[in-house]
């Protein structure tokens, strides 16, 4: 049977349909249920294999991307969610998502909270352009074996990856949690260079896991790069980078539960 | 109750610090030295210090990056400081403040009870040249604070929380009936209702035929009803048209009759849905689904409040194309701002700097857009002084729905479903605002017609009327714009008669008028006809979306409009008089357009023809648009097939946007373009018209719609009317629509039209815009993967030029570098263009093409230097080409690239018809022609001039 995945759809989401063709193309069964529905228990997370918080502008950015959309998580689905992740179930946060993920403190997922946050692009604009991303985490299912780059938009202002201190950095190092990181188009580091690293963020890093893996958080959209006609050099013959396969690894493992 | 007042800062450098002073520096505020922004957040209730602490590091700050303080008001003042003011701004009661709705939501989530009410602000410490403290020129603090929606105070300022006034029925009778001509007259202008005399004496003598006076209600609903703005009187007025050229006296009935749904009807596409008569024209996609296109204004608001007024605009078009039942797929933003360099001395008293005009419009754009999640895919941006004092922004949205769902079949009986945002004073008088000429005071008098969007809410507006739609859930819906429920329920009920109670209307703060509730243009509403077994299914749709539902009445089936407050009639109007007794206008029209002759022999230009070519890519009209477009989500929704920008490094500008829908089967998709030439329009309205509709088509073609799919929108922003010759150039545009609908077969499906976008200045001149029409067109591709971008693509291939060359220098961009103007007419539209586009396609269908790019302005040398930056090639022109070849401009031209092996087929599809080898691609990073080398470099350099100076 197809893993369900539930596209939770807090109040501003917007990229639920987006990556709801993704998660289809992959092979599971999507399901984009509101905020409200989940709340009051008419579907319920446990009944899903998968769970995707997905792209926008939850509460308008109200007090910081993400902020309120965490506060609704650990409000209303605390404990739930809190199961569902450590059943070891796949869970991945996209741009807004991940903002929520970050601001609820499930990710990094580090003892102590507050310790690491997702605030304005350096330039301190909303910016919508194409990057390239380096699949980093052998520990992540999301990126566990993706043997090649992964170029795909973003669509954010406030994506720049901080940490308050470097030990923190090293144990995401050592831990694997560094799951994307932004690089140039040969695979080589962006060490910060705008507009490789296109938003500041510490370590070129994309995307984060919690130690277990199965919790992914990133800025870029692959779900907006899952046919060979979305990128922007297809009519000069390039065929590189779908964002598919990150998700296929998330369906494949959600199919194994 | 105390107010707590926090103050949040960044720890690092904040990015809008630098921007503030730059803009400042741009407008020669040279002795501002440094400006730091801190938010303010003001929040009214009862607190302990443990429960401020944790407002301040839980909700209010992002305790890693910024660093919060909070005080009770009145703050301990700050110590004085010689070289330094404090500016702090909050907005102005009645604005929309989401913000501090959702703190006041949040804190209650956190468990913190004792909030009552909140507000947001912002601090500015502005630092100055010690010496200059003392004289200040305060206009630099229009920078900081727009007085339309915000106040400002030096030092501190105290926030204006939504009042809670007492509850207001208080109706106003009008004496109509007793009134002179003069009266009448007088009573328009006093209730800014912009009505001329004629139909003012209409208004009377109903009034005397129903025995009775009207309501405030009443009469305000009538001048909503008959606004230039809901019933476009121009278009529809009775026109004696004097032609000074051929001497002859003639009459049009109608513009819109006349020259646009006649040319519709006249080409009788079997593909034509709808046209005119919904929120959006409508036409097939395949055999599933149908798409719709609306494109709209909003001039006057983006004037006087440049992110409301582009805001709402996106967000007003968004919900025309919800208004057919269709979800939003793309949105499309043509901007045209005074220039940019306008030292502020020379603008008009009361007129916003066109620089901050630009960032505004933009980031309301960007922020209604990204936020509701509907991609931006196609613009332009253009400027020119007529622009400064009124700006023009508009705004289209493409839609797409399955067959066979969208209906307007109200049945008496049906409940008037209200769904969306709530009622508040926002936007008051806003139809009436727009069809009026601004002066210096236009912008204090309509503050409360600025309205401040919420695209959140639209978006729940979204989701839930896509699944009422599939679930059959409603008869008729329409959205909630100019005129408010006055105008949407007004004609919605307009065949049948309703009867509504306002007291059900929710609102955002209490004490409106019955006639401010009915006429509010409160954002983000959509008014429905539901039977009354459907209620329920949508309200529960509602509740899954967290979408307001308002029941405010019934329709009725006698044809009359009736407004109830608490039960007791505030207006009780005749349908068939609202809706047809506005008498028709009666105009006259005098075309006097001089025509030009082509000049005999050319001014021989004393640069070098590298120079012009730079200058060209350098001038602000065709510069690189990346830095807006990049601010604007162009890829949500997945379906962006052909960017806004194109090439190697993305950075070429693209013909027209591809996209493909999700949840479309097939390869099929939508193409859309667009056309817009004031510079033609200043001096040749009827060949403006034809040019541009013949732009919006060949762009659409250039990346691989199929030219017999193409239908068409009007958007004619104009000066006033009233005035002979301002109305002539107008009946000459539409002639000249008609003229290109029926040579390209392009029908129009929708149009608008915005009229005196003029300026009364205090020195009493009146400064009116160039004429300007916007075509956008709307196409299919049947297999997205033929698509074509406008890039180089592989040095050796062949350039040729197709279309019939005629390069003219009337009203080119030339004339706009060079240092003497060439006086010639502007291009003609040759009868084979259509021919050509065919065969164009055929050769893009058959994949000869591996890039095409239009001839528009700057001409042919433009064209081949921005295919050349798209590719990171270099081209040589080897056939001959003159400085009017090379920047002349003409219509229905473009360079297209072929492979050398496909040259003989490229040859057959193009038989019979103007084409042209001009050379090839090389690897050799330089574009050649007639002895000139460029280096790419170069070109690329000039074309990234930033459209801001010193930005």
Redesign the interface.
């Known amino acids: 049977m197809k893993p369900q995945a539930l596209i939770l759809?807090a109040?501003?989401s917007?990229?639920d349909?987006?990556v709801a063709?993704a998660l289809t193309l992959a092979g599971a069964e999507p399901r984009v249920i509101?905020?409200?529905?989940l709340r009051e228990n008419k579907k319920r997370l446990a009944d899903y294999q998968m769970l995707v918080l997905p792209?926008?502008?939850s509460?308008?950015?109200?007090?910081?991307a993400g902020?309120?959309f965490a506060?609704?998580l650990n409000?209303y689905f605390n404990e739930e969610l809190r199961a569902f992740v450590e059943a070891g179930k796949p869970v991945v946060g996209v741009c807004n998502g991940f903002q929520a993920l970050v601001k609820a403190d499930i990710l990094p997922a580090v003892e102590s909270a507050?310790?690491?946050?997702l605030?304005?692009n350096?330039?301190?604009?909303?910016?919508?352009?194409?990057v390239t991303l380096k699949p980093v985490s052998q520990t992540c299912l999301w990126t566990r074996g993706l043997e090649n780059l992964i170029e795909c938009?973003i669509?954010h202002g406030e994506g720049n990856f901080?940490?308050?201190d470097a030990a923190l950095a090293a144990r995401l190092q050592s831990q694997n949690q560094i799951a994307l990181t932004y690089v140039r188009a040969d695979g080589s580091p962006a060490d910060g260079e705008y507009p490789v690293n296109p938003n500041g963020s510490t370590l070129d890093i994309a995307g984060i896991c919690n130690p277990q893996g199965n919790v992914l958080g990133l800025m870029p959209?692959p779900?907006?790069h899952?046919?060979f006609?979305?990128h922007?050099?297809?009519?000069?013959g390039v065929k590189r980078g779908s964002g598919l396969p990150l998700f296929e690894n998330g369906v494949k493992y959600a199919s194994q539960l | 109750m105390t107010i707590y007042k926090f103050s949040i800062q960044?720890k690092t450098r904040?990015?809008?610090n630098?921007?503030y002073l730059q803009s400042a520096r741009a407008l020669g505020f040279c002795q501002l030295k440094r400006v730091e922004c801190i938010d303010l957040r003001f929040i009214e209730g009862q607190l302990t210090q443990a429960e401020l602490r944790r407002l301040a590091l839980e909700?209010?700050s992002?305790?890693?990056?910024q660093s919060v303080a909070w005080d009770e008001l009145p703050a301990p003042p700050s110590p004085p400081q010689a070289d330094t003011v404090i500016l702090e701004v909050s907005l102005r009661p009645g604005v929309t403040d989401?913000?501090a709705a959702?703190?006041v939501r949040?804190a209650r989530?956190?468990g913190i009870d004792g909030v009552r009410r909140a507000a947001t602000g912002q601090r500015y410490i502005l630092r100055f040249d010690e010496s200059v403290k003392k004289s200040v020129d305060e206009s630099v603090y229009k920078l900081f604070a727009n007085s339309t929606i915000q106040r400002w105070a030096l030092e501190s300022i105290e926030p204006t929380f939504p009042e809670e006034a007492a509850s207001s029925g208080a109706i106003e009778t009008i004496p109509i009936r007793a009134l002179s001509d003069d009266e009448l007259l007088a009573l328009s202008k006093e209730r800014r209702a912009a009505l001329d005399l004629a139909e003012m004496q209409a208004i009377r003598a109903y009034c005397k035929k129903e025995g009775r006076d009207l309501s405030d209600v009443e009469f305000e609903t009538i001048a909503q009803t008959w606004s230039e703005h809901c019933v476009h009187k121009t278009f529809k007025a009775l026109i004696t048209v004097e032609d000074k050229n051929t001497q002859q006296t003639t009459t049009v009935d109608s513009i819109i009759k006349t020259y646009l749904k006649s040319a519709t009807d006249q080409i009788a596409a079997p593909w034509v849905r709808s046209a005119f008569v919904d929120n959006a024209g409508i036409i097939d996609f395949d055999d599933e689904f149908e798409i719709s296109f609306k494109a709209e204004t909003h001039n006057h608001p983006s004037a006087v409040e440049p992110f409301g007024g582009a805001n709402t605009g996106v967000g007003g078009v968004i919900r025309d194309v919800l208004g057919v039942s269709a979800k939003p797929i793309a949105n499309t933003d043509v901007l045209c701002f005074g220039k940019q360099d306008i030292p502020l001395s020379e603008l008009p008293a009361g007129v916003i700097h066109p620089q901050r005009i630009l960032s505004g419009v933009v980031a309301g754009v960007?922020d209604y857009g990204?936020?509701?999640?509907v991609p931006t895919v196609n613009g332009a941006i253009l400027f020119d002084e007529g622009y400064a004092a009124n700006p023009l922004v508009f705004c289209g949205c493409v839609g797409i729905a399955p067959k066979g769902l969208h209906h307007k079949n109200p049945q008496a009986g049906d409940r008037v479903i209200i769904l969306g945002g709530r009622t508040g004073r926002d936007g008051l008088r806003g139809a009436t605002f727009s069809s009026m000429t601004m002066d210096a005071q236009t912008g204090e008098a309509a503050g409360a017609s600025v309205q401040i969007g919420?695209?959140?809410i639209e978006?729940?507006l979204i989701?839930v009327i896509v699944r009422a739609r599939d679930l059959r859930l409603y008869n008729d819906i329409t959205d909630c714009g100019a005129g408010g429920l006055s105008s949407a329920v007004g004609e919605m009920s307009a065949p049948l008669g309703c009867d509504v109670e306002l007291k059900n209307v929710r609102l955002k703060y209490a004490g409106l008028a019955p006639w401010e509730i009915w006429l509010s243009e409160a954002q983000e509403r959509m008014v429905l006809a539901v039977a009354p077994q459907n209620v329920r299914a949508l309200q529960e749709i509602c509740?899954?979306?967290?979408v307001e539902l308002t029941d405010i009445g019934a329709f009725a089936a006698d044809r009359r409009l009736v407004v109830r407050y608490d039960g007791v009639p505030v207006a009780d109007l005749d349908n068939d008089f609202l809706h047809e007794g506005i008498p028709q206008q009666k105009l006259r029209a005098v075309i006097n357009q001089k025509k030009t002759q082509p000049a005999s022999n050319l001014p021989i230009p004393n640069l070098p023809i590298s120079d012009y070519l730079l200058r060209l890519l350098a001038h602000p009209n065709i510069a690189s648009k990346a830095s807006v477009?990049?601010?604007?989500?162009?890829?949500?929704?997945?379906g962006?097939?052909?960017?806004p920008?194109?090439?190697?490094c993305?950075d070429a500008p693209s013909d027209a946007a591809v996209i493909?829908p999700?949840?479309t089967k097939g390869m099929k998709g939508i193409v859309l373009a667009n056309g817009v030439n004031p510079e033609y329009g200043k001096r040749d309205a009827y060949r403006m018209a034809l040019a541009v509709a013949d732009e919006a088509v060949r762009n659409a073609v250039a990346v691989g719609a199929d030219p017999e799919r193409i239908a068409i929108l009007d958007n004619f922003c104009w000066g006033d009317p009233k005035r002979p010759e301002t109305l002539g150039a107008l009946l000459e545009a539409a002639r000249g629509c008609r003229d290109a609908a029926l040579l390209f077969q392009a029908p129009f499906i929708s149009g608008k039209d915005s009229l005196n976008n003029e300026y009364l200045a205090s020195d009493g001149q009146r400064r009116a815009i160039p004429p300007t029409l916007l075509i956008s067109a709307l196409g299919v591709i049947e297999d997205?993967?033929r698509?074509?971008?406008m890039?180089l693509?592989e040095s050796e291939n062949e350039i040729y030029l197709v279309g019939k060359f005629d390069p003219v220098f009337g009203g080119s961009h030339f004339n706009l570098v060079a240092d003497e103007e060439i006086c010639e007419p502007v291009p003609q539209v040759a009868d084979v263009n259509p021919r050509v586009y065919q065969s164009l396609h055929r050769a893009i269908h058959s994949g000869l093409i591996r890039?095409a790019h239009d001839l528009s302005e700057g001409g042919l040398a433009v064209a081949a230097a921005e295919m050349c930056i798209g590719g990171r090639l270099g081209m040589h022109l080897s056939a001959p080409l003159s400085a009017r070849d090379l920047f002349g401009e003409t219509t229905g031209c473009l360079l297209v690239e072929i492979s050398p092996k496909n040259s003989v087929r490229f040859a057959e599809v193009f038989a019979d018809l103007p084409v042209k080898k001009l050379g090839r691609v090389i690897a050799d990073e330089t574009l050649n022609f007639s002895e000139t080398s460029i280096p790419l470099a170069d070109l690329i350099a000039a074309f990234n001039t930033p459209l801001v100076p010193n930005s």
């Open positions: 759809l109040y501003g917007n990229r349909y987006d063709e509101s905020h409200n529905e792209g926008g502008f509460y308008a950015d109200a007090l910081g902020k309120l506060l609704d409000s507050n310790q690491a946050t605030t304005f350096e330039r301190g604009r909303f910016e919508c352009r194409w938009p669509a901080q940490i308050n959209h779900e907006n899952i046919r006609y979305q922007p050099q297809w009519t000069r | 960044q904040d990015p809008r630098e921007g909700l209010l992002d305790p890693l990056t989401s913000v959702e703190i949040a989530q956190i960007q990204n936020k509701i999640g919420d695209p959140i978006k729940g989701d509740d899954a979306y967290n477009v990049r601010l604007y989500d162009h890829e949500i929704q997945g962006s097939v052909v960017k920008l194109s090439g190697v993305a493909k999700i949840g997205v993967s698509a074509v971008t890039d693509k890039s």
